[in-house]
Structure formats: structure tokens, C-alpha cells
């Protein structure tokens, strides 16, 4: 089931509709149509999970169909500032191409953002829009910084006689994308299922932090950056996204909770600490269970 709580600045939770219809403050904390564009916008009426739900945590998505939770509409704003630039870009995809098209098959449903001839008047590109930090976008680029010897050492202190060192940024590291691979390449298979061909498999990243220096600092120079998808095996494609919707299901018909999410899924940890809408709900499982093995 969907949100069905915004939480409030002061911490205190209200039901959405009521939210809406009057604010319990004497000012709302946004723009009454803002705050109606981030309710509609949690809700999605799919009859399966989809592609980017299955990628999150089992035991996330599980409390998320199956309790009611609250959202803080202020941490909703990057996901509305997403879909605002979707929605310009599919004004405008006439020609050879089309955009915002939901495909299923028998496992999930997912929403492709652009496919056609999209980078050129002969490509069948599978194309992805997604708007990022300068952090995650650095790390999908494969940029790192390390420290390099200037050739000098120091002459006094505690350091004396060591090299001294700068931090140098290099490009030539791991492209850290297994999420946004697994999502596109998802949508390839099932854009094959319908008899499509895909040529090539892009990511165009937008920065939203791009201009600071700290977004300089991390290599990021640029407002957008298109990043090329390998391709990754449909059987194991399959596998995968098959396994994740069965857990899921199992989970929803028997009542018992899945284990916790992986270190990756939770981003080791940090997604647990304020980026996680049920991760109340799940300390309250971990407390529980604590206490019944004690």
C-alpha cells in the first residue's frame, strides 16, 4: 500500500488527505500544489512491483506493500524535480522515438523513458533519463581520487623525512552502476519480448549540484553526462528479477518477514539512517525479534 502520512517539520505525522485539505499549522511548509503533485506522485496502482521496486530490499518492499508508513514531503522534492524533467523531454519526442511507455510480462511491468533514434537518425537506442549527485555520478564514471607522491618529504614535525602527498583525481576506476545496468537492461528484455531492437543502452545523468565546488572537486564538470549500458545476460537477467518477485510474493502470502537487505541494497547501512520510508517499521521487527530470542 502507498504512503499514507506526510510527516510534519516539527516531526508530528498527519493523514495525507487531511493534510491537503487544511494544514494543522497555521502555514504550510510548501506550496499547496507542490504538496498535492508529491502525494500523487506516491501513488503508482501497479498490480505487480516493477522494475525499480524489485531492485530495492525484499523485506523494504515487503513492509511498503503491506503497512502504512509516513513520508517527509521535503525528501520527496528530488524525486518531483525527476519527474518534471521526464515530463519536459516527452514533449518532445516526436519523430522516431517514443517515451514513457510501460511494458510487463509475467514477472514485473516497467517504465521505459526513451526509445528510438534518440543520439541519431539511425540508432534503436534504449535511452534512460536520470538526474543525480556529483558523488553517485562521480562513482558511476568511474572517477576516484588517491594520493600521490610530489616528491618533496617533510623537513620537521612528527612527518619528518616522509613523502609528502596530494590528492589527484583519476578516471580509470570501476563504474559503480549495477543498479541503473540491472534497470536498463530489464527494459531491453522486455522491449525485446515485443519484438524491438535495441542498439545501444545510455544513461543521460543530469547534476544537481553541478557549479559548487564540491561537484568540482569530484571531477564533475559538466550539467549532463551520457553513460553507456553493457549488456548483461537475459537468462541471468531472468534469474534475478524472478528470484527478487518470488521472495516478494512468498513474503505477502505467508506473513513471515523477509531478512534484512543487503549491505548494497541499504548502501551500507546509511540508506537505514534517513533514507529508508519504512525503516521504522523494520527496527521495530528487529527489536521484536530480539526480544523473543533473549
Known sequence: ????????????????????????????????????????????NLTKPSVTELLSGTRELYLKKITEYAVDPQKQLYALHGSAVHTITERHTSGNMFSEERLKNTTTTGQLDLYGQVLSNTDTTLGDLKITSSYKLMRALGYYKKDVETGEVYKTGVKKGQPKTRKELFT???????????QLNYYRLLLEEENYTVSSMVIQALCRDTGLRIASERGITKPLYLIPINPISNHWLKRYMEAKAKRLQQAIET????????????????????????????????????????
Open 255 to 294: 506473513g513471515v518477514v523477509p531478512k534484512k537487505c543487503s549491505q548494497r541494497e541499504t548502501w551500507h547501512g546509511k540508506k537505514c539512517e534517513g533514507y529508508c520510508a519504512v525503516s521504522a517499521q523494520c527496527k521495530a521487527i528487529e527489536e521484536a525479534q530480539q526480544v523473543k530470542s533473549a
Open 1 to 44: 500500500m502507498p504512503a499514507k502520512r506526510f510527516i510534519c517539520p516539527n516531526g508530528d505525522e498527519i493523514n495525507m488527505y487531511e493534510c491537503l485539505l487544511r494544514c494543522p499549522q497555521d502555514t504550510r511548509c510548501m506550496f499547496l500544489p507542490t504538496l498535492r503533485a508529491v502525494a500523487s506522485s506516491l501513488e503508482r
Open 172 to 182: 580509470d576506476g570501476v563504474r559503480h552502476i549495477l543498479d541503473w545496468a540491472l
